[in-house]
């Protein structure tokens, strides 16, 4: 494992084989990275989806259970209490949707968002630096062995003063481009660290408590409201 | 609608069509209930469902925290310190996991097992009864048309004694399932107020808060452990 941490930019020009293959590793190091980054925000998106499925789901619930209503029962006598817990429930899970709701607005926020932002500015940079630093070579090694056949002739003079020209232009985009790529791979290595740690921040961090607190006190009312008017409720559990 | 709570036994062995007609109505309320009860059950194993996502996409994520371990970095300059807090993390996200899995087991247990069982003893029971009810009345039937065919003449006399024992058993078969149905669907309408409020009393009550508040306080730890550690956590948010 090499003990250098960035890619020299006074290199670039000289672009030496040992720049080359210290070049290499930084490359493999981003395709790696690239690589657990896709696989790491798989994982985040399937908690932020399983986060948005539980919206959803009680939605889906709360509704149900003031379809009860709606039903016409043939027999609908003593419905009223049924129909007013129902009511009751529905109006906690719409409670509890609402927090769950805020819950994933801030799993998209604070987790899947920096993490995408990552992959989409700085590891699609380097990979389109390296796109146009490869470019910028070949047309480079092309104006060169253009210049390596020029014949030796006297009366050519103008000519190769045209290719050399050629030549030199093609050495400074090539230059220029592997400046702007050793320098967004450096910044790669720097931004790496945060970025692989800042979305499990967002997932853990304070923003959430206020919600897990109100979720939690709705659920507590719930139970003690319903626990005085259901002297039945015991009946399953004690079988 | 009709001001009857209950089927009277005592008609059942009447059978006669006021009695049959006031069995329809409490059979298209025990219809109306069972279709109801299972789109309420499709609601409510779709909160189970999502819960249990959240247990999978838990364990998901943390074994994705781990494996950056084994990514094999070319540079692997200062993964110490990255690699230290993904494992943190990733305990984090256990011990949430842990807490979703139980979170899961409750809603299964409190919520879906009533609703379950519901479905499959007590509308599975009167559906049953049902059948057996129309399958002794149509035996009946049969059995009375025989004997209303049979020749008046006197040597015939022993042939239709037998026919009418025949009559005879058919009618207390059929009076006994009468009396079975009856019953079933007169605790049907007993139960149905119950079995409608009891899963959402497991989907609200106390079990969980125990989970819940072990769940905060998970997450305030590791809020507080990582701000000391990572003053770069804000730069997001201050962009």
């Known amino acids: 494992m090499p003990t250098v941490d ?12 040992q720049t080359r293959s210290l070049l290499s590793v930084f490359e ?29 789901a009680t939605q889906q619930l709360s509704k149900q259970l003031l379809a009860y209503e709606k039903q016409h029962f043939a027999l609908g006598k003593g419905d009223e209490e049924v129909i007013s817990t129902l009511h009751y429930f529905s109006k906690v899970v719409d409670e509890l949707n609402v927090l769950h709701s805020e819950l994933a607005k801030q799993l998209a926020d604070t987790m899947i968002l920096p993490i995408i932002q990552f992959r989409e500015k700085d590891l699609t940079e380097v990979s389109t630096l390296k796109d146009l ?33 050629e030549v030199a232009n093609a050495r400074r985009k090539q230059h220029l481009s592997s400046l702007q790529y050793y320098c967004a791979l450096n910044a790669l290595q720097y931004r790496k660290r945060v970025a692989m740690m800042e979305p499990m921040l967002g997932y853990t961090r304070g923003q959430h408590f206020p919600s897990w607190h109100i979720m939690l006190s709705i659920l507590m009312r719930s139970a003690h409201h319903k626990e005085q008017s259901m002297p ?8």
């Open 232 to 239: 039945w409720r015991t009946r399953r559990t004690e079988q």
């Open 28 to 56: 493999e190091d981003a395709g790696t990275l690239t690589e657990y980054t896709n696989q790491l925000l798989q994982a985040m998106q399937r908690v932020y989806g399983a986060q948005n499925e539980m919206c959803l």
């Open 6 to 17: 960035k890619l020299l930019l006074e290199e670039a020009l000289q672009d030496s084989p």
């Open 133 to 165: 630093f490869g470019l910028a070579s070949t047309e480079h090694d092309v104006s060169m062995a253009k210049y390596s056949r020029l014949p030796k002739r006297k009366e050519n003079e103008k000519h190769k003063a045209e290719v050399a020209k």
